[in-house]
């Protein structure tokens, strides 16, 4: 039986949650994410924990929730089903219907989430995927995931939770995580929360990077977006594609740094170089096609994605934070009605923040430049055509696949790699 203080925790909790595909959507979750090790902050009665888990995912939910008994949640779960599908119902002009169409819609959808949280729970508690813990402290230890997600809790309820607390759960999500992302932005009241450019500004200071990516999700009206937060090593780290310890990567870099006096100038010299001294393998037909940095030097060719891979090398080299940025370009240069992505790199300079360049190789009508915070890219994005919104700081699994798999020229144009959607 319960007790009055019990009875009283119970009540005050309201129980309701998203399902996997509408985590997919407000965290842009590629299948890369999917794959990785990954801790819900605040998941409640979601059903992202259990089916990901299904799917052979890896990941653990925390939240306070988590102390009660499956009869009581889900007692709990039809009581303030009724309450908020109300209160949905008559403000229904108040949210925005794409997602998820109409109310009847929604409620069909938490519901159908929460009996599928319900149907886990306790399996999921025997396997330690659900553990009542609680922000701002958590028990894991230092980066034991990649990523951590907090989906509609930190700046949502910034009426109830000061800015102390926010930036304390912020900073204890980076300690177990290499990355943090977090959706809305917006508070209850429909504004943005009065924390975030203080968040922001308190992050960056000590090192991260946070970023403001806009996803596909809005049901609360302009809450478009997601905070993702991460580590400045993701962007300099060496990996067996920016492999940049290569002898002649790192003397090459070391070379292009030599006599420079800021990032600034380090990076205009490895850009040159890559842009000017690399042939891009389409427009000069080379028969290879290549993918590590290494590699990209030694053939002096590569495709604008591994062009990106040596320029990568090189600054990361130097110690300059480099990610790889896409977009979706129509190749109509190689064939007819066919879109791909293109690859190019975004570059953190201290004086500038995150800089986009593009070394793919100047010709006729593409004249990429450096000329920071001036963008110049080498294509002006049309119609139908649209830029990827990260910053990635490992190269695309599709990218890198394509680059492995096809190992000419015709058997490239065959076969660019591509998204269907800007959000991957
Ligand atoms: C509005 S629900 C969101 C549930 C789910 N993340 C979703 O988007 O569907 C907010 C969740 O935050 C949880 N929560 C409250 N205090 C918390 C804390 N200190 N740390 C982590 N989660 C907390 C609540 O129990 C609740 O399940």
């Given at each position: 039986?319960n007790?009055?203080?019990e009875n009283y925790k119970l009540k005050s909790i309201v129980p309701w949650g998203r399902n996997l595909d509408e985590y997919?959507t407000i965290?842009?979750?590629?299948?890369?994410?999917?794959?990785?090790?990954?801790?819900?902050?605040g998941d409640g009665p979601s059903s992202f924990?259990a089916?990901?888990?299904?799917?052979?995912?890896?990941?653990?939910?925390?939240d306070p929730i988590y102390?009660f008994t499956k009869g009581q949640l889900s007692e709990r779960i039809d009581e303030v089903a009724r309450e908020v599908m109300a209160m949905v119902r008559e403000n229904s002009t108040s949210f925005v219907w794409k997602n998820i169409k109409n109310p009847d819609e929604l409620e069909s959808t938490r519901m159908g989430a929460m009996k599928n949280f319900l149907e886990?729970y306790?399996?999921?508690?025997?396997?330690?995927?659900?553990?009542?813990?609680?922000?701002?402290?958590?028990?894991?230890?230092?980066?034991?995931?990649?990523?951590?997600?907090?989906s509609h809790f930190l700046f949502l309820y910034s009426e109830h939770l000061?800015?102390?607390?926010?930036?304390?759960?912020?900073?204890?999500?980076?300690?177990?995580?290499?990355?943090?992302?977090?959706f809305p932005?917006m508070s209850l009241e429909n504004e943005?929360?009065?924390?975030?450019?203080?968040?922001?500004?308190?992050?960056?200071?000590?090192?991260?990077?946070?970023?403001?990516?806009?996803?596909?999700y809005e049901f609360q009206q302009g809450a478009d977006?997601?905070?993702?937060?991460?580590?400045?090593?993701?962007?300099?780290?060496?990996?067996?594609?920016?492999?940049?310890?290569?002898?002649?990567?790192?003397?090459?870099?070391?070379?292009?740094?030599?006599?420079?006096?800021?990032?600034?100038?380090?990076?205009?010299?490895?850009?040159?170089?890559?842009?000017?001294?690399?042939?891009?393998?389409?427009?000069?037909?080379?028969?290879?096609?290549?993918?590590?940095?290494?590699?990209?030097?030694?053939?002096?060719?590569?495709?604008?994605?591994?062009?990106?891979?040596?320029?990568?090398?090189?600054?990361?080299?130097?110690?300059?934070?480099?990610?790889?940025?896409?977009?979706?370009?129509?190749?109509?240069?190689?064939?007819?009605?066919?879109?791909?992505?293109?690859?190019?790199?975004?570059?953190?300079?201290?004086?500038?923040?995150?800089?986009?360049?593009?070394?793919?190789?100047?010709?006729?009508?593409?004249?990429?430049?450096?000329?920071?915070?001036?963008?110049?890219?080498?294509?002006?994005?049309?119609?139908?055509?649209?830029?990827?919104?990260?910053?990635?700081?490992?190269?695309?699994?599709?990218?890198?696949?394509?680059?492995?798999?096809?190992?000419?020229?015709?058997?490239?144009?065959?076969?660019?790699?591509?998204?269907?959607?800007?959000?991957?």
């Amino acid at each position: 039986m319960n007790t009055n203080n019990e009875n009283y925790k119970l009540k005050s909790i309201v129980p309701w949650g998203r399902n996997l595909d509408e985590y997919k959507t407000i965290f842009n979750l590629s299948q890369q994410d999917l794959n990785s090790k990954i801790l819900g902050c605040g998941d409640g009665p979601s059903s992202f924990n259990a089916e990901l888990t299904e799917l052979g995912g890896e990941i653990t939910s925390i939240d306070p929730i988590y102390e009660f008994t499956k009869g009581q949640l889900s007692e709990r779960i039809d009581e303030v089903a009724r309450e908020v599908m109300a209160m949905v119902r008559e403000n229904s002009t108040s949210f925005v219907w794409k997602n998820i169409k109409n109310p009847d819609e929604l409620e069909s959808t938490r519901m159908g989430a929460m009996k599928n949280f319900l149907e886990d729970y306790e399996q999921g508690l025997k396997e330690c995927r659900y553990v009542h813990e609680m922000l701002p402290s958590l028990s894991f230890s230092d980066k034991q995931f990649e990523l951590a997600l907090c989906s509609h809790f930190l700046f949502l309820y910034s009426e109830h939770l000061d800015f102390e607390f926010h930036l304390n759960a912020i900073m204890e999500m980076l300690r177990v995580a290499k990355e943090v992302r977090i959706f809305p932005l917006m508070s209850l009241e429909n504004e943005y929360s009065p924390y975030l450019d203080k968040v922001i500004n308190r992050l960056e200071a000590k090192g991260y990077v946070a970023q403001i990516v806009k996803t596909d999700y809005e049901f609360q009206q302009g809450a478009d977006e997601m905070l993702v937060v991460k580590d400045m090593q993701k962007y300099l780290e060496e990996t067996p594609i920016v492999d940049y310890s290569n002898k002649k990567v790192y003397s090459l870099a070391m070379n292009l740094a030599n006599g420079c006096k800021t990032d600034t100038q380090i990076t205009k010299k490895c850009f040159e170089y890559v842009r000017d001294n690399i042939n891009h393998s389409g427009d000069y037909r080379d028969e290879i096609t290549t993918y590590k940095a290494s590699d990209v030097l030694k053939y002096k060719t590569g495709w604008c994605y591994a062009k990106s891979h040596l320029l990568a090398g090189l600054l990361r080299a130097n110690g300059i934070p480099t990610g790889f940025c896409y977009q979706r370009l129509s190749c109509s240069e190689y064939k007819k009605d066919i879109y791909c992505l293109h690859g190019l790199n975004s570059i953190y300079l201290k004086e500038f923040g995150w800089y986009r360049v593009d070394a793919r190789g100047n010709k006729e009508g593409v004249n990429a430049q450096f000329n920071p915070p001036h963008e110049q890219l080498a294509f002006k994005i049309e119609e139908h055509e649209f830029d990827l919104p990260v910053i990635y700081s490992e190269p695309l699994d599709e990218v890198v696949c394509a680059l492995k798999k096809y190992k000419n020229y015709d058997e490239m144009i065959e076969n660019f790699p591509d998204v269907e959607s800007q959000y991957v």
